[in-house]
Every structure is written in C-alpha cells, then in structure tokens.
C-alpha cells in the first residue's frame, strides 16, 4: 500500500502519520522530518534548507529530488510507504510520477486532511517535538505525562523554529499557492480521499482506517 497524506501545514499529516503507519506497517517518508535532520546534522544540504525552513518558504526541489530518490531507493520502501508533506509543488509531482515509474510503483491513495485556517493556528503554537524521536505532542490537545519530556523516549521536547504565526502566514500561503493544485493534477490520476480533520485525533484517525482498510 503506497499512499500519499496532504493537507495545510498544522492540519495533521504528521500524527495521522505515526498512526496509520504503525496500523498498517508501512513506511513513513516526512521530507520535513527528512529536512530537520540534515539541518540538525549540520550538512551542506541542511544549511541550504534551512534558509528556506526558517523562513515559511518551501525548500527547491532539486534538493528534495536527492533526499526523496535516496530514501525510496533503500528496501525497507518495498513493503509499503506513506509520503508526508510530499510532493509539495507541481514540479514536485511529476518528477514523482518518474520516479515511481522507474522503481516500478504506483501511488495506491491520496488522504487529503481538511481543516479550518483557525484551527491550524491553535494547533501550530501549541505544538511540541520530541528531540530524540520525533513523536508530535500539544500542550492541550496531547500533552506529555511530563511537561517537556517525551513518554515514549524520555528526550526533552522542543517547539520548531518555524511554529510561528508570522511563519504560518508565508506557510499557508505556499500552500495555497503551490501545493493546493496538485489536488487537480491527481484528480484523474489517483482516488482522493477527503477527511474532516476537525475532531480528536482518535476520530480523526477512525475516518482514516475506514477508508485504508479497503485496500489492505
Ligand atoms: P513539514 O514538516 O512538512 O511541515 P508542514 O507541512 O508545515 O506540516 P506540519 O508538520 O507543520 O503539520 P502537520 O500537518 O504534520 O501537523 P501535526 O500532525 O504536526 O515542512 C516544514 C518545512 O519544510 C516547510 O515549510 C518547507 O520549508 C520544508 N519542506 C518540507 N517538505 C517539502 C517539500 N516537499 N518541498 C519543499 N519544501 C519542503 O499536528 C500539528 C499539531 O496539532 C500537533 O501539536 C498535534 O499534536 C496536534 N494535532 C494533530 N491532530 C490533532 C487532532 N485531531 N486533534 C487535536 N490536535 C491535533
């Protein structure tokens, strides 16, 4: 099972993505996580992005080529994955449609999260990041057991730099404008599955399987 998740930044692709991963076991390709981990390791290719990431501006896709072609090149792509926050543009998409091609696969499901512009906002500045394995908290919505340490791992918690409103502002609108359309390049290409992403996370990921569990 080969599926892609979209949405507006803040709209839940991250946590749907641990869930549904873990429920379906396949293998989940975040190329923000991806990006995060470059800057954090503090490589030429992290330090070009991050000029981009810092600033609510969507990285070039030469960079996110290289990153995507390694990453789903490796075997542990084989057995199913979920691509998260990308592709991101048209240009995007079609240098996907290529690669697929080569490594003789296809795109199963498009799960597309709606959710009010307001609703993001709360969400973003309440986020929260586990600095050793990545799981997403919220300090109302998922708060940790304890604050500012990671149930799972123990590792401290941090708020990412671009969880900012003034950041979200450039971020929805890069969406708007680049990522948006690409629902119209794969209307005929790909079944588009569109989830309310208002509710809990548990309602939110039951909606989901519903629709998953079809193809598994
Ligand atoms: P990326 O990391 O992909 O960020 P994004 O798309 O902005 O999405 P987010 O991670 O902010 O949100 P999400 O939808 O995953 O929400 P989450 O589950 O965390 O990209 C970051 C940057 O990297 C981009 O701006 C760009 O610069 C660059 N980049 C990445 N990919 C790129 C590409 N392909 N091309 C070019 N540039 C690229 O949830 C948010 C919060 O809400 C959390 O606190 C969570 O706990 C809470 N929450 C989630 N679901 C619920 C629920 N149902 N109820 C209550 N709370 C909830």
Redesign the pocket.
Known sequence: MNLLIM???????????ERICQEFDILHI????L??EAVQSGSELGKK?ND??S???????E??HDIIVDRLSKDDAKKGFLM??????IA?AIDLDKILKKLNMKIDRIIQ?DLAHEVIAE??T????CEGCGT????K??PPKVDGVCDLCGSKLYT?S??TLE?LKV?LS??EKSTKPLLDHYADLVKIEEID?????D???HKIEDVLRVLS
């Not at 949405?7 to 993505?17: E, H, V, Y």
């Not at 600033?55 to 896709?61: F, H």
């Not at 309440?126 to 990041?129: D, K, L, P, T, Y």
């Not at 992403?197 to 996370?201: E, I, L, Y």
């Open positions: 949405g507006a930044p803040g709209s839940g692709k991250g946590t749907m993505s975040s190329t923000g996580d990006l995060r992005a981009y990431m600033k609510g501006l969507l990285v070039p896709d960079i996110i998260d926050g990308y592709p991101r543009t995007q999260l969400r973003i309440g986020r929260r990041v997403i908290y919220h300090i919505n998922k990412r671009d969880d950041s971020r890069e969406y992403g208002d509710g809990s996370v309602e939110v990921f």
